[in-house]
């Protein structure tokens, strides 16, 4: 499996993805990243968790169908993306986005690009746990 898409259980660490990032190559002058992070308040209530669940093998290759996309899209020359799944608190990090290229222009296009892309096409579902119960969420743009 690449590294540079993953999904996993465990946190993350966005020090550790940049390094990753810009270890390939010394020509980035530009990186964007994107981090999505778990809100205690969502649609007027209080949530506690949000529990993310995929069907991992076609959200992996989703995931990797999208990074190569980016990367002959926008020029770039290197892009990590990292999803958590399983539950989350609120303030926890859920989904990372790294995107390198020559010049912050299309660094920062990609990295928007992906995370709505992400949102529209990989099959992961999120629920999040209020203290009134559980619902599944529609994806927000």
């Not at 590294?3 to 550790?16: G, K, N, T």
């Not at 529990?51 to 290759?61: S, V």
């Amino acid at each position: 499996m690449n590294d540079a898409v993953r999904l996993q259980l465990e946190d993350f660490s966005q020090d550790e993805e940049v390094c990753a990032l810009r270890a390939g190559s010394m020509r980035m002058g530009g990186i964007a990243t994107f981090l999505g992070c778990a809100r205690d308040f969502s649609e007027g209530r209080e949530v506690c968790e949000i529990g993310f669940d995929a069907y991992r093998p076609m959200a992996l290759a989703e995931l990797q169908k999208l990074r190569t996309e980016a990367i002959e899209r926008f020029g770039l020359i290197e892009a990590r993306i990292v999803h958590r799944l399983g539950t989350v608190r609120a303030g926890d990090n859920i989904v990372f986005i790294a995107t390198g290229a020559e010049h912050r222009a299309p660094a920062l296009e990609a990295c928007r690009w992906l995370i709505d892309e992400l949102k529209e096409r990989v099959p992961i579902w999120k629920k999040e746990i209020t203290p009134s119960g559980e619902a599944w969420v529609t994806p927000h743009p």
